[in-house]
């Protein structure tokens, strides 16, 4: 089992940045690729980053690509998303995920509780 606990999130105005931490703790989190999902209210979830095991390669959404930046500290068993030039459309429940390297929910088996991120305008 991996747990994974979110912190990070808040209100932010719109322009501003917030940077969202992902700590792992049970099996080897280094073994297993991160991401990151969003859920705004009445809507799916949906992908927003990833990052594969070692932190060799990346993966955006396109609404997010050039304003977020998917990192990984494996000494300290982390996943970070920094965000950047935050919009309203950006206002979600962030979740934290661990599995295979991929943009769909069904690559990750583990899962933390999520983060509020508000931006307002």
């Known amino acids: 089992q991996v747990q994974l606990v979110e912190s990070g999130g808040g209100l932010v105005q719109a322009g501003g940045s917030l940077r969202l931490s992902c700590a792992a703790s049970?099996?080897?989190?280094?073994?297993?690729?991160g991401g990151w999902f969003r859920q705004a209210p009445g809507k799916e979830r949906e992908f927003v980053a990833a990052i594969s095991w070692g932190g060799v390669s990346t993966y955006y959404a396109d609404s997010v690509k050039g304003r977020f930046t998917i990192s990984r500290d494996n000494a300290k068993n982390t996943v970070y998303l920094q965000m950047n030039s935050l919009k309203p459309e950006d206002t979600a429940v962030y979740y934290c995920a661990a599995g295979s390297y991929g943009n769909t929910t069904y690559k990750y088996a583990y899962w933390g509780q999520g983060t509020q991120v508000t931006v307002s305008s």
């Open positions: 049970g099996r080897a989190f280094r073994n297993f690729a």
